[in-house]
C-alpha cells in the first residue's frame, strides 16, 4: 500500500522533481537555506522545516504565500535573489529601507503592517516528527501538550461547518475564514506530539481541511493559492497513509486542471488513479473520476472514449461497497452522474440523449444543497437552449437564478455567464429578456 502511495504521489511531481543533491562539499556552506526548496507555491512534495538560529517571519510568509507567490516569483518582482528573500523570512536579514516600499507594495500592504509582519517571529519546531505541519501556515500560539481525539473531532465538525457556509454562500466568503482556522488552530496541532495512529489520523483530518481550504481558493479564482492547499493535502494524505483520500486530491486537480482548459492534465490525473487503483477506490470517487474523464474526452471530441467513460460512472454509481468511507464525496448525491452525463453528452451535439439525463438530474435537484441546484438547473438551461426550446430554458435559467441570490462565487459566476451567453441571441423574446436583464444584475453585484 505506501509503496503504490508513493508512486501516486510521484505522478503528481512530474514537472516539479527536485534536483538531485549536491555533493557534501558544495552543499556546507548553503545547507541553512538551500536544504529544500518545496517549500515554495506549486510544488508537492512534504515540505520540511528548515533549522536555523533564527526565527522564521511567519506572518510575511503567509503573506505572500496567500497572494499566490513563491520565493522566486517575489524575488523576480522585487529585483532580488531568490535566496535574499529567503533569508528575509528566516529572519537572518532585514529588507534595506529602499526595498521596503517595494515590499509593501508587493504584499498589498501598508508600511505599519510590512514592520508587523517583519516582528512577527513564530517559534521554531524542536523534533522532525513536527515537520510535517511546515506547509501550514503557523502563528504564535499556546503550545498544545498533545493532541487528543477530540481535537480531531473539533476539526471534523469545523470542515463540515465550512462546507456548507460554501454550498450556501459560495467560496469567496468562507476561504478567509478557513485560512485562519488552519494558521490559527490545526498547523499548531501539528506540531505537538503524538503516538502514530493519532498521528496519521491528524494528518488525515488536516488534510481534508487544507483541501477544503484549496476548494475555496478555486472558487475564489485564486488558482495559485489552491494549488499550493492541494499540494499540501497531498503532503498530507502520504503522511497518513491514506490512499482513498490522495485518490480524492487526484480529482480535485482534475477538476482545477478541467476549468484551466488543461485537458491533458485532466486525463493524467483521472485514468493514473483509475488504472493504478480502479475497484480498491470508494465507487463515489470512481464515479467521479469516470465522469471528469469524459467531460475532459467530451471536450477533446474523442466520442468513443468519452462514452466508456460515461458508461463506467453510470456503472459505479451502482456499485455496492464495503471498503472505508470518503467523507470528503458527500457531494456523490442522486442526479450529479446524469447532470456531468448530459453536459458531455450536449458537448458531442447528441441533445436528445442529453435532455433525458438533464430532466433526471433536475427531477432529483431538491435532494441536494443549494449550490448544486444551480449547477443543475443550468446544465438543464443550456441542454434545452441547444435543442431549441427557448423559453423552457429561459424558465430554467429564471430558477438558477433564484438558486444562485447570495452567493459569492467565481465558478457560479461563470456558470450564470454560460447560460447568459446561450440565450443571448434570443433577447428578443419577452421571457429571455426578462431573465437575461435579472442575470445581469447578479453577475455585477458582489454576492452573485
Request: charged content about 25%; aromatic content about 4%.
Amino acid at each position: 500500500m505506501t509503496s503504490c502511495a508513493g508512486w501516486l504521489y510521484a505522478r503528481s511531481l512530474d514537472s516539479n522533481r527536485h534536483k538531485p543533491s549536491k555533493p557534501e562539499h558544495q552543499r556546507c556552506t548553503h545547507e541553512a537555506r538551500m536544504r529544500h526548496r518545496s517549500g515554495d507555491l506549486g510544488c508537492c512534495a512534504v515540505p520540511r522545516w528548515r533549522w536555523a538560529v533564527a526565527k522564521r517571519r511567519e506572518a510575511l510568509i503567509r503573506r505572500r504565500k496567500s497572494l499566490g507567490l513563491s520565493q522566486e516569483q517575489a524575488a523576480d518582482r522585487l529585483g532580488v535573489e531568490r535566496s535574499t528573500i529567503s533569508r528575509w523570512e528566516r529572519g537572518e536579514n532585514e529588507p534595506l529601507p529602499w526595498v521596503r516600499t517595494d515590499l509593501a507594495a508587493l504584499l498589498e500592504v501598508n508600511a505599519a503592517q510590512l514592520e508587523r509582519m517583519l516582528t512577527d517571529r513564530g517559534p521554531e519546531p524542536t523534533s522532525p516528527a513536527r515537520s510535517r505541519s511546515q506547509g501550514l501556515a503557523v502563528v504564535p500560539s499556546p503550545r498544545h501538550s498533545a493532541v487528543s481525539v477530540e481535537d480531531l473531532r473539533r476539526i471534523e465538525q469545523t470542515r463540515a461547518h465550512f462546507q456548507e457556509m460554501y454550498r450556501r454562500v459560495g467560496g469567496v466568503p468562507t476561504l478567509p475564514r478557513i485560512s485562519a482556522t488552519l494558521d490559527q488552530r490545526v498547523a499548531p496541532m501539528l506540531r505537538t506530539a503524538y503516538e502514530n495512529n493519532l498521528g496519521r489520523q491528524l494528518f488525515r483530518a488536516a488534510g481534508s481541511l487544507t483541501a477544503f481550504a484549496g476548494i475555496c481558493a478555486y472558487d475564489a479564482d485564486q488558482q495559485m493559492a489552491a494549488t499550493a492547499r492541494f499540494a499540501e493535502a497531498l503532503g498530507l494524505a502520504r503522511a497518513a497513509a491514506d490512499l482513498q483520500f490522495e485518490g480524492y486530491l487526484h480529482a480535485l486537480l482534475a477538476n482545477q486542471a478541467m476549468h484551466l482548459g488543461e485537458l491533458d492534465q485532466v486525463l493524467d490525473h483521472t485514468e493514473t488513479v483509475l488504472d493504478t487503483l480502479g475497484d480498491q477506490l470508494n465507487p463515489a470517487l470512481t464515479c467521479d473520476l469516470h465522469s471528469l474523464a469524459a467531460k475532459a474526452h467530451a471536450r477533446l471530441g474523442t466520442s468513443r472514449a468519452c462514452h466508456r467513460h460515461l458508461e463506467a460512472a453510470e456503472t459505479d454509481a451502482d456499485r455496492t461497497w464495503n471498503g472505508p468511507d470518503l467523507p470528503e464525496t458527500s457531494y456523490m448525491t442522486p442526479g450529479l452522474v446524469q447532470l456531468q452525463t448530459a453536459e458531455a453528452l450536449r458537448r458531442l451535439g447528441d441533445t436528445s440523449a442529453a435532455r433525458t439525463y438533464a430532466d433526471e438530474a433536475v427531477r432529483t435537484a431538491p435532494g441536494t444543497h443549494l449550490r448544486g441546484q444551480v449547477h443543475r438547473w443550468a446544465g438543464y438551461a443550456l441542454v434545452l437552449t441547444a435543442q431549441g426550446e427557448i423559453e423552457e430554458a429561459a424558465d430554467a435559467a429564471a430558477t438558477m437564478l433564484d438558486r444562485a441570490v447570495g452567493m459569492e462565487s467565481g465558478r457560479l459566476h461563470d456558470r450564470l455567464t454560460s447560460v447568459v451567453s446561450a440565450l443571448q441571441p434570443y433577447s428578443a423574446a419577452p421571457d429571455v429578456a426578462s431573465t437575461l436583464e435579472r442575470a445581469e444584475v447578479q453577475l455585477t453585484e458582489p454576492g452573485a
